[in-house]
């Protein structure tokens, strides 16, 4: 898989795509039309950052302060992550 992101890209839910709870489960989707994904507790992190203002850096330099961990390694899970999101066409970037 080749990475579409670059530090400086903006990524950003698209119209039409949300995040949602599902209270019947209790789990948090990511919803699109006609598809929804189950997210993990990461994954919810990471796509409740996205403001469409901010770049790919930012996010992960937000979420390492947050989380202690180290900002290589949430940026490396950050473009894994919305690289298959982005194939996916459930986010678009800047």
Do not use: C, N
């Not at 599902?22 to 039309?33: C, E, N, Q, S, T």
């Not at 930012?58 to 949430?74: G, H, M, N, S």
């Amino acid at each position: 898989m080749t990475a579409l992101l670059t530090h400086a890209d903006i990524p950003y839910l698209p119209r039409g795509v949300r995040l949602a709870d599902d209270r019947v489960r209790g789990i948090r989707i990511l919803h699109a039309p006609e598809r929804a994904l189950q997210l993990d507790a990461i994954g919810d992190a990471i796509l409740s950052e996205l403001d469409g203002t901010r770049s790919l850096s930012q996010i992960a330099a937000t979420l390492a302060e947050r989380y202690a961990a180290p900002v290589d390694q949430i940026t490396a899970d950050m473009i894994e992550f919305l690289t298959g999101l982005i194939e996916r066409r459930m986010v678009f970037l800047k």
